[in-house]
């Protein structure tokens, strides 16, 4: 009879451990986000989500601003559901709620808040054909001065509705900087896109590039404490300046900007210079614009950055942001498989 030496099976066993966790795979799910005023798919959307075999959708149902007028937080630019969300694809109701929204509450405003948006987002999600939710989730870039009042109504939407999961978006300086406060919820989506300045004058791209990324990444601060799943970008938009002063989001595209003789493109760079007036477009003479966009390979690279720092659960949720058709033409089913699957 071989007597088996118990230090020699725990080694073993530690070993095959070891070993199953390091090739076990990471289960990922793709999703998108929607945001648009009014829900109403089209036939390449639905197939988008039928191929990528998405089986939840991050519908934006409003944003929550302050009003002065009435001097408390209101909807604003709720969804219109024009159709129902298939039945096959669960609804997550996203709230965005704008940081000076929280500046002024006290605890029975922010007791109310959490109650009109537990009860407005569920009567949404009724008009889209869901009589249950099981997740909300809160989108808010909180800043030092507002983190009690947010972390508090997280906690009263959390009191109301237990049932539901609670996640919460997360930006890179949150994602790095752990000493602004560690939300009180389920889960994060970590946003890899508008980690730049907008309102900037300049050559960058503020929606996503890999350099200013890296900046907010660290070996050494490890995992985040909560599940974080991911957001990545599909968008683009031109940014109007006028004497490097921010004007807002141009309605020209980058079609637009490629032809004729409207505007000039300033070699090596992103900036257009615009050569006539354009009124309906709200621009003149010798304004900028510099168009923004973040191409396959650069979202690929971005995934393969942050992969390794996103290593406490089994399970990832990949957030495209956003659905569209014109989007999707640039990003093909394939290739945002090809991404996702980067996360395994």
């Not at 007597?3 to 799910?29: D, G, K, N, Y």
């Not at 159709?83 to 109310?112: E, G, M, R, W």
């Not at 869901?130 to 983190?147: F, M, V, Y």
């Not at 990545?232 to 004497?243: G, Q």
């Amino acid at each position: 009879m071989i007597r088996r030496r118990p230090h020699i099976v725990c080694f073993l066993l530690s070993a095959l451990t070891l070993l199953l966790s390091c090739t076990r795979e990471r289960q990922v799910q793709t999703s998108f986000y929607y945001w648009k005023t009014a829900f109403s798919l089209t036939s390449i959307e639905e197939d988008a989500l039928r191929h990528l075999h998405v089986n939840r959708l991050f519908v934006r149902i409003m944003d929550v601003d302050w009003s002065t007028e009435r001097s408390e937080p209101v909807p604003v630019s709720p969804v219109v559901f024009k159709q129902a969300i298939p039945d096959s694809i669960a609804l997550v109701p996203v709230v965005f709620i704008v940081n000076n929204a929280l500046t002024f509450l006290d605890k029975p405003a922010i007791q109310t808040l959490a109650a009109r948006i537990v009860s407005y987002t569920s009567a949404k999600a009724a008009q889209a054909g869901k009589k249950k939710l099981s997740e909300i989730q809160i989108d808010c870039d909180w800043t030092k001065s507002t983190k009690a009042n947010y972390f508090a109504l997280l906690e009263e939407i959390k009191k109301k509705k237990p049932a539901w999961k609670l996640s919460v978006t997360l930006r890179l300086h949150q994602f790095k900087n752990r000493s602004t406060g560690i939300p009180p919820a389920d889960a994060t989506v970590l946003m890899l896109y508008n980690m730049g300045n907008l309102r900037k004058s300049g050559n960058q791209n503020s929606i996503l590039e890999l350099n200013e990324m890296k900046k907010y990444l660290s070996d050494e601060s490890g995992a985040y404490p909560l599940p974080t799943d991911v957001a990545l970008p599909l968008f683009s938009w031109t940014v109007a300046f006028r004497n490097n002063e921010y004007l807002g989001i141009a309605r020209v595209s980058a079609a637009d900007l490629n032809k004729g003789s409207t505007f000039r493109k300033r070699p090596g760079t992103r900036l257009y210079e615009v050569l006539e007036d354009l009124p309906q477009a709200g621009l003149r003479k010798k304004d900028l614009l510099r168009n923004e966009s973040v191409p396959a390979d650069t979202v690929s690279a971005a995934a393969q950055l942050i992969k390794k720092h996103l290593t406490s659960h089994d399970s990832l949720r990949v957030l495209y942001y956003h659905l569209d058709q014109q989007l999707l033409k640039t990003f093909p089913d394939e290739k945002l498989e090809e991404i996702s699957h980067l996360f395994n």
